[in-house]
């Protein structure tokens, strides 16, 4: 059996950064500034699929100072 062909609940940043819609690099930033949980495996990183659903989950919740909760945290909303 070889384990190439196994589902891993792990995602490089290059995953990462595609299902987030952003750069690797700011993949890296979030990795380092411990939003994005994530483990090192020698020069590289992995992020669990749990991680980036809960960051994505905490990214997607409404501002406590909005009205009607549709303005979300970081948004620009007038």
Excluded: F, W
Aim: proline share 8%; charged share 20%.
């Amino acid at each position: 059996m070889s384990i190439a062909n196994v589902p891993s609940p792990y995602l490089t940043v290059a995953e990462v950064a595609a299902a987030l819609r952003v750069s690797k690099m700011t993949v890296y930033r979030l990795v380092r500034a411990y939003p994005l949980a994530s483990v090192r495996l020698g020069n590289s990183y992995r992020v669990p699929e749990k991680a980036v659903e809960e960051y994505i989950k905490k990214a997607g919740t409404p501002c406590p100072g909005s009205k009607d909760g549709s303005a979300t945290h970081g948004s620009t909303a007038e």
